[in-house]
């Protein structure tokens, strides 16, 4: 059975830092691209990072590049969203999705496989 369970969500001034953390069972770990992705309240699911299965390509959304960094830990089968200078729009439950292999045109979807969610909340 396929499981993402993401961690690390919470409370946070704006300008701090939050770590989420994407941990993925049920699957060749090593040989899945990963995603984050997030909804806001009363908005659309929307694309924030991703990163290849071979660690060659990653990708941001224009909104939070150069604040935040996802990363993989193949040996911990976990993928990382690290979160810096968080802004009250940052507001939303985020995900993590897993999908097999893929280059650089695939890391924005679809993906196959998904998490529940986990809350981040920034206040102002």
């Known amino acids: 059975q396929v499981q993402l369970v993401e961690s690390g969500g919470g409370l946070v001034q704006a300008g701090g830092s939050l770590r989420l953390s994407c941990a993925v069972s049920g699957r060749t770990f090593r040989r899945d691209s990963m995603g984050w992705f997030r909804q806001a309240p009363g908005k659309e699911r929307e694309f924030v990072a991703a990163?290849?299965?071979?660690?060659?390509?990653?990708h941001y959304s224009d909104s939070v590049k150069g604040r935040f960094t996802i990363s993989r830990d193949n040996a911990k089968n976990t993928v990382y969203l690290q979160m810096n200078s968080l802004k009250p729009e940052d507001t939303a439950v985020y995900y993590c999705?897993?999908?097999?292999?893929?280059?650089?045109?695939?890391?924005?979807?679809?993906?196959?496989?998904w998490g529940q969610g986990t809350q981040v909340t920034v206040s102002s």
């Open positions: 990163i290849s299965w071979n660690f060659v390509f990653t």
């Open positions: 999705a897993a999908k097999p292999m893929g280059g650089a045109a695939e890391l924005l979807g679809p993906y196959d496989y």
